[in-house]
């Protein structure tokens, strides 16, 4: 069964093939920015957090060091005096140890966000990518039938309509006799015509040649009539 389509404009058909094709423009620079933003991200969770939590944790672990040995040192030379006190190296021991705890804390939740952060984009990607295939060798395609299909109507547009023949106002084409037909027998008029005036002749010869009773009469008497 042949396919059939209803079609209103061709104009409407070629503004949807631009709009399909700024869309399609449009949507490569949205992958192309979002698949930058998870370069960026992954490789600044990956490589800069944890590499910068890393060296805190270090540094810290320094600083911790540090506040023992200063707490040490002013604990000898304190000896069994009260007279000097120890409460800031402790301050500042308690401090440093609150840093590493931190520092350590955030190497472990970064840890924890890498292989989010990779399952989140392997789930993005898995939806992008029919879309970004669709956009690299679909869409060609797609545009091409369109632009068959526009030639197609423009074509068929075109094209002139044959002229139909011209019917005369008794219902006949052009072509046919122009003799008017009798209504009854369908026999051309002009017979009828000749045929009526052949039996009107023949009727007066015949009127003429038959003498009516009274005439045949009056001449008889005029046959016997004495001089």
């Given at each position: 069964?042949?396919?059939t389509?209803n ?18 423009e449009?949507?490569?620079v ?5 698949e930058m ?6 490789n ?6 944890l ?13 911790v060091a ?9 604990k000898?030379s ?9 409460s ?14 931190h ?11 890498v292989?989010i952060?990779q ?5 993005y ?5 029919p879309?970004?295939?669709?956009l690299s060798?679909g ?7 369109l ?5 197609a ?9 044959p002229?139909a023949?011209v ?5 006949g084409?052009s ?8 209504p ?12 009526g005036?052949?039996?009107t ?5 015949s009127?003429t ?15 016997v009539?004495?001089?």
């Amino acid at each position: 069964m042949a396919q059939t389509a209803n079609v209103r404009s061709i104009d409407a058909i070629k503004d949807f093939k631009t709009v399909l094709i700024n869309f399609a423009e449009e949507a490569r620079v949205a992958l192309s920015s979002a698949e930058m933003e998870l370069n960026h991200a992954r490789n600044w969770l990956e490589r800069d957090q944890l590499a910068y939590w890393r060296s805190q944790v270090k540094r810290c672990q320094e600083q911790v060091a540090q506040a023992k040995a200063d707490l040490f040192r002013r604990k000898i030379s304190q000896g069994n005096s009260d007279a000097i006190s120890d409460s800031d190296q402790k301050e500042a021991l308690r401090e440093a140890q609150k840093r590493l705890r931190h520092a350590e804390e955030m190497v472990e939740r970064v840890k924890r966000w890498v292989p989010i952060l990779q399952h989140a984009t392997l789930e993005y990607l898995a939806q992008s990518q029919p879309l970004g295939d669709h956009l690299s060798g679909g869409l060609s395609q797609s545009l091409a039938v369109l632009e068959r299909m526009i030639t197609a109507l423009e074509g068929y547009v075109a094209i002139t309509a044959p002229e139909a023949p011209v019917i005369s106002s008794g219902g006949g084409s052009s072509s046919a006799s122009s003799t008017p037909m009798a209504p009854s027998t369908g026999a051309p008029a002009s017979a009828v015509s000749e045929a009526g005036e052949t039996a009107t002749a023949a009727s007066e010869d015949s009127s003429t040649k038959e003498a009516t009773p009274s005439e045949e009469l009056a001449g008889a008497e005029a046959d016997v009539e004495p001089d």
